[in-house]
């Protein structure tokens, strides 16, 4: 049986992380009405300049007609099986879309809420990958995509809850605290949502405490530990140093998140993201 892992636009592996076999979706972003897709029609440092000449950024999920010409061209080309992992149905209506799809597809597909987002999503499709390239099941696949997505933790600091709130992706009072109270929360991927975990004074104490925070959960265990940022990179770098010191048994990686989470965090938003393996 031939197996094939499509995923969605949000995962961000890097092109050395990323699996044969693994077939991705983009989610698009819409930028002053304009619909443009994810990692081919618009890049990360648009959608920055975009934010810092406060233009509208917004969001918006693949039809379900996307996925099924996905599906579709999948079953032509000889697959058996599909498994389909996304970024959680509690941020964005993609996993909903791979389902609706996945009704009249012309093969078997499996959806996949993976519950979380960025990098976590992408090491959990790469699992998924992983296990078809061993010769494994199209159920052994999606199950090891949500062990490893389960078993991921993702923190996040902002310069600005502005971007999540605007979004709908955090509530309007925690945004209004943080703010009012000049604090740098940090936030984690939790449930499928972000939620307010820490509050610090500073930035660089929120990303201080951020990495004690990633180091503890990560331990003396094997990890791919991902390092994300928008549009500021020296900072990241100096993260990923101090995490690779920290966590000699893990893997660390340095990724610029795409256009589709930038437009959600704002500018200057780095993250951590543990993936135990």
């Keep these: 049986m031939k197996v094939a892992i499509v995923s969605d636009s949000t995962g961000y592996l890097t092109e050395e992380l990323t699996p044969p076999g693994l077939f991705i979706v983009p989610v698009a972003v819409v930028l002053d009405g304009q619909s443009f897709d994810e990692g081919t029609q618009i890049t ?4 920055a300049a975009a934010l810092r ?17 996905e599906y579709t061209a999948l079953a032509e080309q000889g697959f058996d099986r599909i498994v ?3 970024l959680s149905g509690d941020m964005s209506g993609t996993y909903d879309s791979a389902r609706m799809a996945a009704r009249d ?3 078997p597909v499996t959806v996949v809420d993976s519950r979380t987002v960025g990098t976590a999503l992408g090491f959990a499709a790469r699992s998924a990958a992983q296990v078809v390239a061993a010769g494994g099941t199209a159920d052994e696949a999606a199950a090891a995509a949500e062990r ?3 078993a991921s933790r993702t923190w996040l600091v902002v310069e600005s809850l502005d971007q999540l709130r605007r979004g709908g992706r955090i509530g309007a009072a925690q945004a209004l605290l943080g703010n009012a109270l000049m604090v740098k929360p940090i ?13 610090q004074r500073t930035m660089g104490r929120a990303v201080a405490r951020m990495a004690e925070i990633a180091c503890q959960y990560a331990g003396s265990a094997p990890a791919d530990v991902v390092v994300q940022h928008c549009a500021t990179p020296e ?3 100096d993260l990923a140093d101090t995490l690779r010191e920290a966590l000699p048994a ?11 989470i930038s437009a959600h965090v704002g500018l200057g938003t780095i993250s951590v993201a543990v993936c135990p393996r």
Excluded: C, N, W, Y
């Excluded at 000449?53 to 010409?69: C, G, L």
């Excluded at 936030?187 to 509050?199: F, H, M, N, R, Y």
């Excluded at 893990?250 to 589709?260: L, N, R, T, Y």
């Design 84 to 86: 389909s992992v996304h």
């Design 105 to 107: 597809a012309a093969v």
């Design 187 to 199: 936030l984690e991927v939790s449930d499928g949502t972000i939620a307010p975990l820490e509050k």
């Design 148 to 150: 490893r997505s389960a």
């Design 53 to 69: 000449r406060k233009a509208a950024v917004s969001t918006s999920r693949p039809a379900p007609a996307r996925f099924a010409e």
């Design 250 to 260: 893990s893997q660390i990686h340095m990724v610029e998140v795409g256009a589709v």
């Design 44 to 47: 990360v440092a648009e959608v």
């Design 235 to 237: 900072r990241a770098t």
